[in-house]
């Protein structure tokens, strides 16, 4: 199993990005049961859970709600992070991680950096 994330970048604050995890060698049944999720980690600090993703509820971190979105196109086994109206606090590398079939799967990092 391989996770690929990608559309990172800087913008300004205020600004949108759309990162996605594509997901290979996993199948579409195990892929739209699994647990879904973004997480980030700014310097110096913890890896922190920004959007968690189910077959049934999403999650949010109290920081990103009415701001972020997290989707997924099972056909493409691809997870999606939608994020509005960034802030400057938003700057971290962010990971996606997948949780099928009792086994956790993280991707590489995409930095994210918004400017005041």
């Known amino acids: 199993v391989q996770l690929q994330a990608s559309g990172g970048g800087s913008v300004q604050a205020g600004g949108s990005l759309k990162l996605s995890c594509a997901t290979s060698g996993i199948i579409w049944s195990s892929f739209s049961a699994g647990r879904m999720g973004w997480y980030r980690q700014a310097p110096g600090q913890q890896r922190e859970l920004v959007a968690e993703?189910?077959?049934?509820?999403?999650n949010y971190q109290d920081s990103v709600k009415g701001r972020f979105t997290i989707s997924k196109n099972n056909a493409k086994r691809t997870v999606y992070l939608q994020m509005n109206s960034l802030e400057p606090e938003d700057t971290a590398v962010y990971y996606c991680?997948?949780?099928?079939?009792?086994?956790?799967?993280w991707g590489q990092g995409t930095q994210v950096t918004v400017s005041s």
């Open positions: 993703l189910t077959s049934s509820s999403t």
């Open positions: 991680k997948i949780d099928v079939n009792s086994r956790t799967y």
